[in-house]
């Protein structure tokens, strides 16, 4: 398991980034176009459903090591969580992200600090913990340069617009 420890490393290293980015890319007043909320709908919209889908990395990870009730259970409470949080707004958003973000760091951050990191008799075992962090690594770069590129499209500053290239030709 000590190559997972260091994907999970990986990955927090990652989600840690990408707060940060995101706290970076927000828009300040007069950042955005007029009705730049509405021309982005949909793209936001993907983007939500990507983060939303982030939450099954991290509940893939309970199960191979917690087993399926905690899976379950962890499920439950985010699934609850997200559907309260309402998404009208690119700000909601960034918002919604960073709870994303904060939920899957919990799990990564409870994961890293076993001794020993042992997978759960009881619990899933396909496809398993590498290939699931594997995946998660992929899906969070995907959805960083999907997030940055849906800001990009409606930002009208020209500060906020170089640092959205730099990172998406990053």
Not at 79 to 96: F, N, T
Not at 122 to 139: E, L, S
Request: aromatic share 4%; hydrophobic share 40%.
């Amino acid at each position: 398991m000590d190559g997972l420890k260091s994907e999970l490393d990986s990955i927090e290293m990652q989600v840690s980034a990408l707060c940060i980015t995101l706290e970076d890319i927000r828009p300040k007043r007069r950042e955005l176009g007029w009705f730049a909320e509405r021309r982005v709908q949909q793209s936001r919209a993907r983007v939500h459903k990507g983060a939303e889908d982030a939450l099954n990395h991290a509940a893939a990870m309970i199960g191979y090591f917690d087993g399926y009730e905690a899976r379950g259970a962890f499920q439950q409470r985010t699934g609850a969580l997200s559907a309260s949080m309402s998404v009208h707004s690119l700000g909601g958003l960034l918002d919604y992200m960073l709870w994303v973000m904060s939920e899957l760091l919990d799990v990564i951050r409870s994961l890293q600090a076993r001794e020993p990191l042992e997978m759960c008799p009881g619990g899933p075992k396909k496809p398993g913990p590498m290939r699931t962090a594997a995946v998660c690594q992929a899906h969070l770069t995907s959805l960083e340069q999907r997030t940055c590129a849906v800001v990009l499209s409606v930002a009208t500053d020209d500060d906020l617009r170089a640092r959205l290239t730099r990172i998406l030709q990053s």
